[in-house]
């Protein structure tokens, strides 16, 4: 088991719903990620919160909607996906920017398919 | 040219042999080194960390980084059939904490 929890661990969506990916992480960690992997290809950095801000945006497009309701909470709301963004979806933390450089925590992500 | 570079494999081996994954970077700014482990349908397991030159060992597991050439390796030493997995290397730089950058991975097979 990894001490970073992602729910649900599937999720089969239509185009149309609106559905919300949650993490939980209880390490004391102040930056937190979502990214999204394909098969066979490495994690795609999609968003960083450090001390609950946004602080990295990789241009990801708008039906993608994350939150950081506290230090150990990150949401991603899903609204209108299409099929190409069925994927595994990871979330993952880490001790933060203004602290010493530390690794990487990953959880074992929510597998999303889009009808 | 991608930033960090490494062979995808597969890399096929029978068991009781001695691994060797390896990553090449073009960054000279990279100074924290990792190695996941991920299996099928989970996500990356951490296993090594490490920061600017130098080896460390874990059990069977040994990083090795050598930042005059922008190379590091992991190797694994009398390999399991439980250490077949994709294995992926990531960095990160000085000056920026929070962004890390990854190896598209290498899948290993080791065969009882």
């Known amino acids: 088991d990894t001490e970073v929890t992602q729910t649900p661990k599937h999720l089969v969506m239509g185009m149309t719903n609106k559905k919300s990916l949650k993490c939980e992480q209880h390490?004391?960690?102040?930056?937190m990620y979502w990214y999204k992997q394909k098969a066979k290809k490495p994690p795609e950095l999609m968003f960083v919160?450090?001390?609950?801000?946004?602080?990295i945006n990789e241009s990801v497009p708008s039906r993608f909607s994350p939150e950081c309701p506290n230090s150990s909470l990150l949401n991603l709301h899903l609204h209108a996906l299409q099929p190409e963004d069925s994927a595994l979806y990871l979330c993952?933390?880490?001790?933060?920017?203004?602290?010493?450089?530390?690794?990487?925590?990953f959880g074992d992500g929510t597998r999303l398919s889009i009808l | 040219q991608k930033e960090v570079e490494q062979d995808p494999g597969p890399l096929s081996v029978p068991e009781g042999a001695i691994v060797s994954l390896n990553c090449t970077y073009s960054?000279?700014?990279?100074?924290?080194f990792m190695w996941y482990r991920q299996y099928s349908r989970k996500g990356p397991e951490l296993l090594m960390y490490?920061?600017?030159?130098g080896n460390k060992e874990d059990g069977r597991f040994t990083a090795q980084v050598d930042k005059s050439s922008k190379y590091i390796s992991l190797f694994i030493r009398d390999s399991q059939p439980s250490d077949s997995a994709t294995y992926l290397c990531?960095?990160?730089?000085?000056?920026?904490?929070?962004?890390?950058?990854f190896g598209s991975g290498t899948k290993l097979n080791v065969k009882p």
């Open positions: 960054n000279s700014a990279f100074q924290y």
């Open positions: 390490m004391g960690h102040r930056a």
């Open positions: 490490t920061y600017s030159s």
């Open positions: 990531a960095m990160r730089s000085l000056y920026n904490f929070n962004k890390f950058y």
């Open positions: 919160y450090s001390y609950e801000k946004l602080s």
């Open positions: 993952a933390s880490s001790q933060g920017q203004y602290r010493d450089g530390q690794p990487q925590h």
